[in-house]
């Protein structure tokens, strides 16, 4: 598993944002091969801090518990996913953090694995789970939803107009033989798409992909449970750091962050606040923290993160 590889996004605003102190203890919630984690574990280990791992990915999980190894007894390693970080916090014993990070999205290392399906690059079986111990595959949600639904999940989660049309081709290709094959599902989306209408420099398939596989880990409905529920396990002045890659993901930290520094719930039309909520988080980031050049020369896949954080008050 030391072929395990991911370059951390963002290493440098991640530890300014974060500033972990020795003694805290920290939560990286998508620990991928544990790069964030490492550099988060030099700085709170020591005074007996602690740095809690969790990711639904057992090869991660394996890598990082490798890369973390020298820290002992300072790291907690958890299989599961990150919308559940209440009940996997209440099972370690600990009730408040000090501090957390959430690096969404998919690493570079099941991008690049044969056998996981999340790439069009190369053919593979169409996979796509982040845990492969549960959960639909990308070829059950290909072969087997409605195209009405179809539709939805491409138009949604990929934010691709010719969503209609791959729905239907997809439809048709699988009533003639089933969608298993990576490289067949990018065929027909490409057969959807006028080549008239083919991007420059974007794949024609990237959005379907992107879709699917959010619609296949439950992305989306993950980091809107397990974001809040970090948020509230925060101590006062306890900071939270969150890494999206694309304008779904980024749009809910950005929505939620606000709920919380905001407070009041009341409708707008009311004069007053009569609903007593008050700010439970202060937001430190106006505009989302974006990679550098040099960054984003070294690792393209940085081009699109944007970082967000809060402080707990």
């Given at each position: 598993?030391s072929g395990?590889?991911h370059?951390?996004?963002?290493?440098d605003?991640v530890?300014?944002f974060l500033a972990?102190k020795?003694?805290?203890?920290?939560?990286d919630?998508t620990?991928?091969?544990g790069?964030h984690?490492?550099?988060?574990?030099?700085l709170?280990?020591p005074?007996n801090g602690?740095l809690?791992g969790?990711?639904?990915d057992?090869e991660?999980l394996?890598a990082a518990?490798?890369r973390?190894?020298?820290y002992?007894a300072?790291v907690?390693?958890?299989h599961?996913?990150?919308?559940?970080?209440q009940?996997?916090?209440?099972g370690?014993?600990?009730?408040?953090?000090?501090?957390f990070?959430?690096?969404l999205?998919?690493?570079s290392?099941?991008?690049?694995s044969?056998g996981?399906?999340?790439?069009?690059q190369?053919d593979?079986p169409?996979d796509?789970?982040?845990?492969?111990?549960?959960?639909?595959?990308?070829a059950d949600?290909?072969?087997?939803?409605p195209?009405?639904?179809?539709e939805?999940i491409?138009k949604e989660?990929?934010?691709?107009r010719w969503?209609r049309?791959?729905?239907a081709f997809?439809?048709?290709?699988?009533?003639e033989?089933p969608?298993?094959?990576t490289?067949?599902l990018?065929d027909?989306?490409?057969?959807?798409?006028?080549?008239?209408?083919w991007?420059?420099r974007i794949?024609?398939?990237?959005?379907?992909?992107q879709a699917?596989?959010?619609a296949v880990n439950?992305?989306l409905?993950?980091l809107?449970?397990?974001l809040r529920?970090?948020?509230?396990?925060?101590?006062?002045?306890?900071?939270g750091v969150?890494?999206s890659?694309?304008?779904?993901?980024?749009r809910?930290?950005k929505?939620?962050f606000?709920?919380y520094?905001?407070?009041?719930?009341?409708?707008?039309?009311?004069?007053v606040?009569?609903c007593?909520?008050?700010?439970?988080?202060?937001v430190?980031?106006g505009?989302?923290?974006?990679a550098t050049?040099?960054?984003t020369g070294?690792?393209p896949r940085?081009?699109s993160a944007?970082?967000?954080?809060?402080?707990k008050l």
């Open positions: 598993m395990f590889r370059l951390s996004v963002m290493p605003e530890i300014r972990p020795p003694g805290g203890i920290y939560l919630g620990l991928g091969g790069g984690a490492g550099l988060i574990a030099e709170c280990t005074g602690i809690i969790i990711d639904q057992r991660a394996e518990g490798q973390l190894r020298g002992g300072g907690r390693l958890v599961g996913n990150f919308s559940e970080i009940r996997h916090l209440d370690l014993g600990i009730e408040r953090l000090n501090g990070l959430l690096d999205g998919v690493s290392h099941q991008l690049d044969r996981r399906g999340f790439s069009f190369q593979a169409l796509m789970r982040m845990d492969t111990s549960r959960g639909d595959t990308a949600l290909v072969n087997d939803l195209e009405a639904e179809l939805r491409i989660y990929g934010e691709e969503a049309r791959i729905a997809i439809v048709k290709a699988r009533s033989a969608i298993e094959r490289l067949h990018a027909i989306v490409k057969g959807a798409i006028p080549k008239a209408k991007e420059e794949h024609p398939a990237t959005r379907t992909f699917l596989r959010i439950r992305e409905e993950s809107e449970q397990g529920g970090a948020i509230d396990r925060l101590k006062p002045g306890g900071r969150v890494i890659f694309h304008s779904l993901e980024d809910i930290v929505h939620i606000r709920e520094a905001s407070g009041c719930t009341c409708p707008r039309h009311l004069p606040c009569v007593g909520n008050q700010p439970r988080v202060r430190l980031t505009r989302p923290v974006t050049a040099e960054e070294q690792n940085a081009r944007k970082l967000r954080a809060v402080e």
